[in-house]
C-alpha cells in the first residue's frame, strides 16, 4: 500500500482496535493515494485529518446490498445507525443514483455528511453508505451518470493530487476520503460515526432515532422521568 509514516503509540490497546484502524500517518509513493485535508462533524469539536484516494467501487464494504438493501452482516454496526432497509430510503438512493451529480461528489466540503465517502483503510464505509450505493447503481443502472462522474474526477484529478492515469488504470473508479484513526479511540471513533449520520439531507425515522439515542439515557435520568408531570423531552431538559 506504500510507504507510511508510522508514530510509535496510539491511544488504543491492540485487542480493541476497530476494523479499519491502522498506525499510518499520511501513506506515500502510491499513485492510488492523494493529498491530505480534513473533515468535521457537527457537534464534534475539532476536526479530523483524511487522505483523498481512488479505489475500485467494488472494493467498498457498504453497510446494505446496493439490489436488495439487505443488512451487510461483514458491515460494524456501529458505523451505521441508520436503516437502509427502509422503502424511504431505498427510493432516495435509487433517485440519487438517477441524478448523481459529479460536483456534489468531488468538491471538498471537508465534512463527513458531503462530499466524498469517507472510509477506514480496508475500504469499510465509514460515512457515506447512501453515496457508495449510489455509485453502484448509478454504474450499473445508469451507465452515462456514472461515467460522466469518472470523466469529471480524471479533469480534476490534481486537485486531489492524484494523476488521470491512476483512475484511468482502474475498471470503476471512485474518490473516497480515508480516515486517520491514529489518535482516536474507541469511544472517539463511535461519537463521530454516530454524528455522521445526524440528518443533513435525509431525515431519520423514530425507530432509528431512538436507537442512535438509546445509549444516552441512563439510570439516573430514568428516575427523574415522572409519567404526567412532561415529556421524557422535558426530563432531558431539566
Known sequence: EGTAWKPAETPLDRADRPRGWRSQGRVINNPNYGKESDVTAEGIPGVNKVQFKVVELDALVASNDHRTFAVNPDFPKEYQPRDRTRVDSQSQVRTNAGQLDPHKVLTDFRSLERGAPVVTSDNVVFAGNNRAMMFRIAKDDVPDRYNAYVDSLKERAEEFG???????????????????????????????????????????????TATMDSPLIDADLIQKFRPGAGSLSDTIRA
Open 162 to 208: 492524484l494523476t488521470s492515469e491512476a483512475i484511468s488504470n482502474m475498471k470503476a473508479p471512485v474518490l473516497v476520503r480515508e480516515l486517520d484513526m491514529e489518535n482516536m479511540t474507541q469511544e472517539q471513533i463511535i461519537d463521530l460515526a454516530r454524528a455522521s449520520n445526524k440528518p443533513v439531507a435525509a431525515v431519520m425515522s423514530a425507530t432509528e
